[in-house]
């Protein structure tokens, strides 16, 4: 089958791990259209070529660079032409003019069509972009749902088409795996981490708070960059605790393996909001797979991410959160046991060849075979 893919997102190292997974399935010819960049949040995300083996891999100019919505290529009539797909597969949510063009193209090409979405939240948006979406969900013939709630948003959006809920990524158990090595060499006591945007709603501010409450020897790590940093260094010292928490930079994601085995636990701390809620939690997914513990807020998809492999507290409760960190931090049978349950988790739902397999399944059964 002429697989071809439209995605700015594998313009990330990383994930080009599922598309060399993909190229290797029976059949699979695989072309996958990216732009050079992708501007976003102030920043330019430049496109890396990691994983490029098996498949081939298609640059074209993206008009209105890092505008979500209104972002298209000029140039995707040329690749339909020269690949004659039988499979068109959109990575891009339905209201974008990217998944209208990909899907008007596709239909002109014959080929099937689906689209990706992780949206959990019933948003209604105006025109153009609500005419955009309906036409997306009325002429699709698949639609790929990062969580369990993005389904139930396409229902309440009138989509009658069959679904399936796969991740965007996975992760490779490679690369992100337990270093004895490094856990062995640590000196910071017991050594709590946060990986993510410094934003209100993500809940390190009630982190710093369930902190503070720990005794013993601790420390803290947060990695990111965001609004709130400035409202976070403040509050740790209204804590008294900035000489036990950390505020470091983003890092590149080939060193984060490392950053997570420094770690004897991971903290996701969400909070919902009317307009936004945790809609998957990857971080947790790359932690398990180093087999740290983790603990997540019962926000969006993070319990659904955990499963039984770690901790789930209510969000906002600070209170709980506090609890489940000094279980973790007193209970090494429980820190030991969480290691093996997250990074069995991840090997059985959440590879980077697991993910290829069900997207897979997904184009053969849009090919009836």
């Not at 990691?50 to 100019?61: D, F, K, M, R």
């Not at 008007?104 to 959990?120: D, H, K, S, V």
């Not at 008294?240 to 996701?268: C, E, G």
Request: glycine share 8%; hydrophobic share 40%.
């Amino acid at each position: 089958m002429r697989v071809l893919m439209v995605s700015k997102a594998c313009i990330v190292g990383p994930y080009q791990k599922k598309l060399e997974e993909l190229a290797t399935l029976p059949g699979v010819e695989l072309t996958v259209v990216v732009p050079a960049y992708w501007r976003e949040a102030g920043r330019t995300i430049l496109l890396e070529r990691e994983h490029t083996l098996g498949y081939e891999l298609e640059v074209e100019p993206m008009a209105f660079n890092g505008h979500f919505h209104l972002h298209f290529y000029p140039g995707l009539a040329r690749q339909f032409r020269r690949v004659r797909p039988d499979v068109c597969h959109i990575d891009e949510e339905p209201y974008n003019l990217a998944t209208y063009q990909a899907l008007r193209l596709a239909e002109g090409a014959g080929a099937r069509t689906l689209f990706f979405t992780w949206q959990n939240l019933a948003r209604r948006y105006p025109p153009p972009w609500s005419w955009i979406e309906s036409y997306v969900l009325h002429r699709a013939g698949c639609a790929i749902a990062g969580n369990q709630e993005a389904v139930d948003v396409l229902r309440t959006k009138g989509y009658a088409g069959p679904t399936v809920v796969i991740p965007q990524f996975g992760v490779d158990p490679r690369i992100y795996r337990s270093f004895p090595e490094v856990r062995a060499t640590a000196s910071d006591g017991f050594t709590i981490g946060y990986a993510g945007r410094l934003v209100e709603q993500k809940g390190v501010h009630l982190l710093l708070e369930a902190v503070s409450r720990l005794d013993g020897d601790w420390h803290l790590r947060v990695l990111g960059t965001g609004p709130t940093r400035p409202a976070l260094l403040a509050l740790s010292e209204d804590l008294d605790i900035s000489k036990r928490v950390t505020f470091r930079a983003p890092i590149p994601a080939s060193q984060m393996p490392r950053y997570l085995n420094d770690l004897d636990v991971l903290v996701l701390p969400s909070l919902s909001r009317p307009n936004w809620k945790e809609q998957f939690g990857r971080v947790l997914v790359e932690a398990m797979a180093c087999e740290v513990p983790v603990i997540g807020a019962a926000s969006g998809e993070i319990p659904n991410v955990i499963g039984d492999a770690g901790l789930v507290f209510p969000e906002g409760d600070v209170s709980a959160l506090t609890r489940e960190l000094s279980r973790v931090q007193r209970d090494a049978h429980l820190r030991q046991e969480l290691a093996m349950k997250g990074r069995q988790r991840v090997l059985e739902n959440f590879t980077q060849a697991r993910i290829a397999a069900e997207t897979y399944r997904v184009y053969r059964d849009l090919l009836g075979n």
